[in-house]
């Protein structure tokens, strides 16, 4: 059956969610920004309806999933307009600007019979799946700890580019909403829920530009009493790998594009990447595509997609114990 979509928000994001959706075999009927250069932009070779108010799209009988790529702290309100309006919502990380927002999306997934997503599409990274796999399996044996690092570059110009960005209001957050939250989704994925979280977060190298942090740490105690650390930073020299470490009882399980596994025997396995994303964006990867094909297919089936607003929680919550707002 093919879905008819609308994209809210068409800033950089949404070019990968245009793509998917063709992936998807979906049709693109719909777009929304507030923005009117912008939403004349984007998908130009495309006979689609262009509005700058999605409430303009609550009413169309032909729109049966919506893909909400706005900023973060108009995830919330937008995904609960079109819930209200029986519309299927994928929302893009994280699921709100604030815990309090959250809460509430998390409430109207649990009350609605329509499917919401949230995109931590690195769930679908073949390195990271296997990964799960084989953690799960228990045939490394139990974790022991667990480390990872987020080493980015982001100039004064990107958040000029977009002011949002640098903000509480906006944004809720700087490095660790914007670019940390997918490993820190990770490490709590791979390792298990976090109970206890304390960190740090300051405004090092971009203050005259940002109000939220662009370096941070966080420490966790996970629910089965595994302790991992996490550093992120956008000051950076370079956009470096992500690295995620975790150390078992029989080996040294590393994360850097590359899965590779290193047994206390000598042994080493090794899960390769997708090797296909290139230039600038090349870090969004290639896992995108994935999700939004599994979120479509699932449209249909019984129970909330996997990967809900429960579990979209989950990292945001563990971040807001570092930022305390």
């Given at each position: 059956m093919t879905r008819r979509a609308a994209v809210i928000g068409c800033g950089d994001i949404s070019q990968l969610h245009f793509k998917s959706l063709d992936?998807?075999?979906?049709?693109?009927?719909?777009?929304?920004?507030?923005?009117?250069?912008?939403?004349?932009?984007?998908?130009?070779?495309?006979?689609?309806?262009?509005?700058?108010d999605h409430r303009q799209l609550l009413d169309r009988d032909d729109?049966?999933?919506?893909?909400?790529?706005?900023?973060?702290?108009?995830?919330?309100?937008?995904?609960?307009?079109?819930?209200?309006?029986?519309?299927?919502?994928?929302t893009e990380k994280p699921i709100a600007a604030s815990l309090e927002e959250a809460d509430e999306l998390v409430q109207a997934s649990k009350e609605t019979d329509r499917k919401v997503g949230v995109c931590f599409q690195n769930r679908y990274n073949k390195?990271?799946?296997?990964?799960?796999?084989?953690?799960?399996?228990?045939?490394?044996?139990a974790v022991l700890s667990a480390g990872a690092s987020v080493l980015w570059h982001r100039t004064p110009e990107y958040y000029r580019a977009r002011p949002w960005r640098g903000s509480r209001e906006g944004s809720g957050g700087g490095v660790l909403i914007n670019q940390a939250i997918h490993t820190i989704d990770m490490v709590q994925w791979l390792v298990g829920d976090v109970a206890e979280v304390t960190g740090s977060a300051g405004t090092y190298g971009l203050a005259d530009v940002?109000?939220?942090?662009?370096t941070a740490t966080v420490a966790m105690r996970h629910e089965n009493g595994v302790r991992s650390v996490?550093?992120?930073?956008?000051?950076?020299?370079?956009?470096?790998?992500?690295?995620?470490?975790?150390?078992t009882e029989k080996a040294l399980v590393h994360l850097a594009g590359d899965l590779t596994i290193t047994h206390d025997n000598g042994e080493v396995?090794?899960?390769?990447?997708?090797?296909?994303?290139?230039?600038?964006?090349?870090?969004?990867?290639t896992s995108h595509g994935l999700l939004v094909k599994?979120?479509?297919?699932?449209?249909?089936?019984p129970g909330p997609f996997w990967i809900d607003p429960v579990e979209g929680y989950k990292a945001l919550w563990i971040l807001k114990q570092v930022l305390g707002y």
């Amino acid at each position: 059956m093919t879905r008819r979509a609308a994209v809210i928000g068409c800033g950089d994001i949404s070019q990968l969610h245009f793509k998917s959706l063709d992936e998807a075999n979906a049709e693109l009927v719909a777009i929304c920004d507030v923005d009117p250069d912008r939403l004349a932009a984007v998908v130009p070779d495309r006979q689609v309806e262009r509005v700058s108010d999605h409430r303009q799209l609550l009413d169309r009988d032909d729109i049966d999933v919506v893909h909400i790529c706005t900023p973060h702290n108009q995830h919330v309100p937008v995904a609960l307009d079109f819930l209200a309006a029986g519309k299927h919502v994928l929302t893009e990380k994280p699921i709100a600007a604030s815990l309090e927002e959250a809460d509430e999306l998390v409430q109207a997934s649990k009350e609605t019979d329509r499917k919401v997503g949230v995109c931590f599409q690195n769930r679908y990274n073949k390195p990271f799946a296997a990964a799960k796999e084989i953690l799960d399996s228990g045939r490394l044996g139990a974790v022991l700890s667990a480390g990872a690092s987020v080493l980015w570059h982001r100039t004064p110009e990107y958040y000029r580019a977009r002011p949002w960005r640098g903000s509480r209001e906006g944004s809720g957050g700087g490095v660790l909403i914007n670019q940390a939250i997918h490993t820190i989704d990770m490490v709590q994925w791979l390792v298990g829920d976090v109970a206890e979280v304390t960190g740090s977060a300051g405004t090092y190298g971009l203050a005259d530009v940002i109000e939220v942090e662009d370096t941070a740490t966080v420490a966790m105690r996970h629910e089965n009493g595994v302790r991992s650390v996490l550093v992120a930073t956008n000051l950076n020299p370079v956009n470096a790998p992500v690295t995620i470490d975790i150390k078992t009882e029989k080996a040294l399980v590393h994360l850097a594009g590359d899965l590779t596994i290193t047994h206390d025997n000598g042994e080493v396995e090794t899960v390769a990447d997708e090797k296909v994303a290139t230039g600038a964006r090349a870090y969004w990867g290639t896992s995108h595509g994935l999700l939004v094909k599994a979120f479509h297919e699932h449209l249909d089936q019984p129970g909330p997609f996997w990967i809900d607003p429960v579990e979209g929680y989950k990292a945001l919550w563990i971040l807001k114990q570092v930022l305390g707002y």
